[in-house]
């Protein structure tokens, strides 16, 4: 197998080269064995320069990194190239341009040839972290490598599985080895409330995606890096998921992983230099370069996508503008290349517990549907990933037990704006008479919390009806609000609909009950939800169709998460099926309990 593989990139390689004479001036060969000889120097050259390379420019910092990964190639090709008898180059420009035209032509090479084929991508991580694994020394104590497929619903993923488009997954479900269960991520249904708990246990530190705090005037959004620090110091006592020895990839919070890497919480801490893993994957024409190749071609087909959902007049759709072209390739492609090789890195470093969040199906059901034909094609691109990463732990120094588990769902619909012309902050901005001076409004998918910045604490109903008598009566009988919650000086906490009301206190309802078809769930989430620290004065949930399963979000997302209606709520976790039963877990603070205690049963006493 590796001689096969040898000799296609030998191959491959002289291919990438001979295209390159033909069509760029300046490099030249006599015939073509000598065009196989230099792609054979070339590559033998880099295999044995690269991983000293990779040490040298890291301790040299980033600029190093990226001049290296821009020019390390070119030099070597040049030198090649100038050394070599038979082939001749003019420059070094021409050498520059030579180089990344072959390293381009070898990538879109590589993945005609090697598409659908088991073991490749193994076989090259288990090579490059081969003097990793060699110094750690093997132990019969289980791992735990915890993948996180963020928005995955339930239902979709039983769907999937079913129709056979997650064949790694199936394979262990079938087997027996997994079993796949359902939890409820509550109010707010966002990947930072359900991994403040998940890897803190700390939920209730995070009433939604963004949110305003009137004690510091400050718009708190999780997906920036201050800010997600800010919430990871509230939610942190030292007992994260992650605290023994853990490592956090690609999260929004650490887990308190003494090993942090590409996670928002702890990117401002971080050091100023490149990680050596950055390095290897940077200088590595398996690494980037072949990521950009893909990422190309990750754009076209976006840009094919689109423009078929719109000859084909598919409802709901959005506009997919150009920044999130680029945001789907980096996502789906550049990414996660990046998260399989610091997972590979991990899991031959043998550390005890790994958590992973790969945000690609999130970021495209976002903005194509959460069950369109290109968020599903980036759900079986996660189950490749998952066959890799099995392949690469059967080589770990110790054994690891996989679970695979999601954030929260998706639900879909046309946004607030398609259907009614205007945002819900021009709504309640109109409603209250303010040019949006005095009043924020932070809209979290289909869930918005309203602020009156100029009165500190909590406004209530009486003083909400007092100074702005509009508002409440406006948004209630809109089409395209469900419901709002708001908290009484003499009632507390109530919930208004069109047709009716309900008191949270002793549940009893006035009218039709506003939180009907919202799950049975809803009650306890909004009575959660209003002892929150930062929950909005108003909290304002979009309608929900049961008939056609859609809610309206109030940010422009098609697939959207964060309020209640439909399968946002409904997450899935799936877990070894020799580990106890879940049981109903209410909350992600439930599976970071249910988590912990399996970790803790595959410790040794002692």
Same mark, same amino acid.
């Given at each position: 197998?590796?001689?096969?593989?040898?000799?296609?990139?030998?191959?491959?390689?002289?291919?990438?080269?001979?295209?390159?004479?033909? &069509?760029?001036?300046? &490099?030249?060969?006599?015939?073509?064995?000598?065009?196989?000889?230099?792609?054979?120097?070339?590559?033998?050259?880099?295999?044995?320069?690269?991983?000293?390379?990779?040490?040298?420019?890291?301790?040299?910092?980033?600029?190093?990194?990226?001049?290296?990964?821009?020019?390390?190639?070119?030099?070597?090709?040049?030198?090649?190239?100038?050394?070599?008898?038979? &082939?001749?180059?003019?420059?070094?420009?021409?050498? +520059?341009?030579?180089?990344?035209?072959?390293?381009?032509?070898?990538?879109?090479?590589?993945?005609?040839?090697?598409?659908?084929?088991?073991?490749?991508?193994?076989?090259?991580?288990?090579?490059?972290?081969?003097?990793?694994?060699?110094?750690?020394?093997?132990?019969?104590?289980?791992?735990?490598?915890?993948?996180?497929?963020?928005?995955?619903?339930?239902?979709?993923?039983?769907?999937?599985?079913?129709?056979?488009n997650l064949p790694a997954l199936g394979r262990r479900l079938a087997?027996?080895? *997994?079993?796949?269960?359902?939890?409820?991520?509550?109010?707010?249904?966002?990947?930072?409330?359900?991994?403040?708990?998940?890897?803190?246990?700390?939920?209730?530190?995070?009433?939604? +995606?963004?949110?305003?705090?009137? $004690?510091?005037?400050?718009?708190?959004?999780?997906?920036?890096?201050?800010?997600?620090?800010?919430?990871?110091?509230?939610?942190?006592?030292?007992?994260?998921?992650?605290?023994?020895?853990?490592?956090?990839?690609?999260?929004?919070?650490?887990? $308190?992983?003494?090993?942090?890497l590409l996670t928002m919480s702890t990117a401002r801490r971080a050091? $100023?230099?490149?990680?050596?893993?950055?390095?290897?994957?940077?200088?590595?024409?398996?690494?980037?370069?072949?990521?950009?190749? !893909?990422?190309?071609?990750?754009?076209?087909?976006?840009?094919?996508?689109?423009?078929?959902?719109?000859?084909? %007049?598919? %409802?709901?759709?959005?506009?997919?503008?150009?920044?999130?072209?680029?945001?789907?390739?980096?996502?789906?492609?550049?990414?996660?290349?990046?998260?399989?090789?610091?997972?590979?890195?991990?899991?031959?470093?043998?550390?005890?517990?790994?958590?992973?969040?790969?945000? $690609?199906?999130?970021?495209?059901?976002?903005?194509?549907?959460?069950?369109?034909?290109?968020?599903?094609?980036?759900?079986?691109?996660?189950?490749?990933?998952?066959?890799?990463?099995?392949?690469?732990?059967?080589?770990?120094?110790?054994?690891?037990?996989? &679970?695979?588990?999601?954030?929260?769902?998706?639900?879909?619909?046309?946004?607030?704006?398609?259907?009614?012309?205007?945002?819900?902050?021009?709504?309640?901005?109109?409603?209250?008479?303010?040019?949006?001076?005095?009043?924020?409004?932070?809209?979290?998918?289909?869930?918005?919390?309203?602020?009156?910045t100029e009165r500190p604490g909590r406004v209530t109903l009486e003083?909400?009806?007092?100074?702005?008598?509009?508002?409440?009566?406006?948004?209630?009988?809109?089409?395209?609000?469900?419901?709002?919650?708001? %908290?009484?000086?003499?009632?507390?906490?109530?919930?208004?609909?069109?047709?009716?009301?309900?008191? !949270?206190?002793?549940?009893?309802?006035?009218?039709?009950?506003?939180? *009907?078809?919202?799950?049975?769930?809803?009650?306890?989430?909004?009575?959660?939800?209003?002892?929150?620290? *930062?929950?909005?004065?108003?909290?304002?949930?979009?309608?929900?169709?049961?008939?056609?399963?859609?809610?309206?979000?109030?940010?422009?997302?098609?697939?959207?998460?964060?309020?209640?209606?439909?399968?946002?709520?409904?997450?899935?976790?799936?877990?070894?099926?020799?580990?106890?039963?879940?049981?109903?877990?209410?909350?992600?603070?439930?599976?970071?309990?249910?988590?912990?205690?399996?970790?803790?049963?595959?410790?040794?006493?002692?």
């Open positions: 197998m590796r001689v096969t593989a040898l000799v296609a990139t030998v191959v491959l390689g002289a291919a990438a080269l001979g295209l390159t004479i033909v &069509v760029l001036p300046g &490099v030249s060969a006599d015939n073509a064995w000598a065009v196989v000889g230099v792609a054979t120097l070339i590559g033998l050259a880099g295999a044995l320069l690269r991983p000293a390379l990779v040490r040298l420019l890291s301790a040299a910092g980033w600029a190093a990194v990226v001049c290296g990964w821009l020019l390390a190639q070119a030099l070597l090709v040049y030198v090649v190239l100038d050394l070599a008898p038979g &082939v001749h180059v003019d420059g070094l420009g021409a050498a +520059f341009g030579a180089a990344w035209l072959g390293a381009g032509l070898m990538s879109a090479g590589l993945w005609v040839v090697t598409a659908g084929q088991d073991g490749v991508v193994t076989q090259r991580l288990l090579r490059i972290n081969r003097r990793i694994r060699a110094s750690v020394p093997a132990t019969d104590v289980p791992g735990v490598l915890i993948v996180q497929i963020d928005g995955l619903s339930a239902p979709l993923a039983r769907w999937a599985v079913e129709a056979g087997a027996g080895t *997994h079993t796949m269960t359902e939890w409820y991520a509550q109010l707010p249904a966002t990947t930072p409330a359900s991994q403040a708990g998940i890897l803190h246990g700390a939920s209730d530190q995070v009433p939604a +995606f963004r949110w305003y705090e009137k $004690d510091t005037a400050r718009l708190v959004v999780t997906n920036h890096p201050r800010d997600a620090a800010l919430v990871e110091a509230r939610c942190s006592d030292g007992q994260g998921l992650l605290a023994g020895g853990g490592v956090s990839v690609s999260n929004v919070f650490s887990g $308190d992983a003494p090993t942090s050091s $100023d230099g490149p990680r050596t893993y950055v390095s290897t994957y940077l200088l590595d024409p398996f690494g980037l370069t072949r990521s950009l190749v !893909l990422t190309g071609g990750e754009i076209l087909k976006e840009l094919y996508q689109a423009r078929r959902q719109r000859l084909r %007049r598919v %409802r709901p759709r959005m506009h997919r503008a150009w920044s999130y072209v680029l945001l789907r390739g980096a996502t789906n492609v550049a990414l996660r290349h990046l998260n399989l090789a610091v997972l590979a890195e991990q899991l031959m470093r043998g550390k005890p517990v790994i958590y992973c969040d790969f945000v $690609d199906y999130d970021e495209i059901a976002h903005h194509a549907g959460p069950a369109r034909p290109e968020s599903l094609a980036a759900l079986e691109g996660i189950d490749a990933t998952l066959a890799v990463l099995e392949e690469v732990a059967a080589a770990a120094p110790r054994p690891y037990h996989l &679970v695979v588990l999601s954030d929260h769902g998706q639900s879909q619909g046309a946004t607030f704006a398609q259907r009614h012309g205007e945002t819900v902050e021009a709504l309640v901005t109109g409603l209250a008479g303010t040019r949006e001076e005095g009043v924020v409004v932070a809209a979290s998918g289909n869930l918005a919390l309203i602020y009156f003083q909400i009806e007092e100074g702005w008598p509009d508002l409440l009566p406006g948004l209630i009988t809109h089409p395209g609000v469900g419901w709002v919650l708001v %908290r009484s000086e003499r009632e507390g906490p109530i919930v208004l609909g069109p047709d009716g009301r309900r008191w !949270l206190d002793d549940d009893h309802v006035e009218g039709t009950d506003p939180l *009907h078809g919202f799950g049975p769930h809803a009650a306890d989430d909004l009575r959660r939800h209003d002892r929150l620290a *930062h929950t909005g004065d108003l909290v304002v949930n979009s309608v929900w169709d049961p008939a056609t399963q859609e809610v309206a979000a109030f940010e422009d997302l098609i697939g959207c998460h964060g309020g209640l209606g439909g399968a946002q709520s409904r997450a899935v976790l799936i877990h070894p099926s020799g580990w106890d039963p879940p049981g109903d877990l209410v909350g992600a603070d439930e599976v970071y309990r249910y988590l912990l205690g399996s970790l803790k049963k595959l410790t040794p006493p002692g």
